[in-house]
């Protein structure tokens, strides 16, 4: 057999095939019987082709992670977490730039983040540049982000861990977090 290839598991092809039958429910608003079969026919189909391209190797483990396998309640409390802080900033940001522009001290920040599943790793890293005032420059393989922010209070607010934390809490990850000084940064990184 082949390492690479994945192996076949129920469980997460029926994930899969519910939230494309609900998606298609949801999307055609059709319940004539035929319309019935064909979104569960094509959902038990797309999620037989699909389970294994949605499986990912952990990246401190061995473990073998599903894209689609995590507490959707926590995710959902974690995005409405996420919007305020982003309506939070960008109120931030705005009157920074237009009240008080001494206080725009831009600068890169880095810390540690160690997760293991790959996509807490790329969501940490979407939310922050999603939130105004703050861009992920970089993120290494060992967990290490490097991050600009705009203000000091904006730089301290990445290094709180905050964010870092409820993503833990959304994939059940302990991670290991904690800023990083000049000297702790990766040689094969460059600071300005």
């Known amino acids: ?20 039958a609900v998606l298609w429910f949801v999307m055609s608003g059709i319940f004539e019987f035929k319309f019935i079969a064909y979104g569960l026919a094509a959902a038990a189909i ?8 949605l499986q990912i190797d952990g ?16 995710m959902l409390k974690y995005f409405f977490w996420l919007m305020w802080q982003i309506i939070c900033s960008a109120w931030y940001v705005s009157k920074v730039a237009l009240l008080h522009r001494d206080e725009v001290q831009p600068g890169v ?3 540690k983040a160690d997760y293991d ?8 890293a979407n939310s922050i540049t999603l939130t105004p005032g703050t861009i992920t420059i970089d993120m290494f393989d060992d967990g290490i982000y490097s991050v ?3 203000t000091q209070e904006v730089k301290d607010g990445v290094l709180d861990g905050s964010m870092q934390a409820k993503i833990a809490e959304v994939f059940g990850e302990t991670i290991d977090f ?4 000049k000297k702790d940064i990766p040689t094969n990184a460059t600071m300005r």
Not at 46 to 52: D, G, K, L, N, P
Not at 117 to 124: E, G, M, S, T, Y
């Open 46 to 53: 797309i999620s037989y082709i699909c389970v294994r391209t």
């Open 178 to 181: 904690k800023p990083l000084s």
């Open 148 to 150: 600009h922010g705009l």
């Open 1 to 20: 057999m082949d390492k690479n290839k994945k192996p076949f598991k129920l469980i997460y092809w029926l994930e899969t095939f519910i939230i494309l």
């Open 117 to 124: 599943n790959p996509v807490a790793r790329a969501l940490l």
């Open 59 to 74: 990246l401190r483990s061995g473990d073998t992670y599903f894209l689609l396998h995590f507490n959707y309640w926590r």
């Open 109 to 111: 920040v880095w810390f």
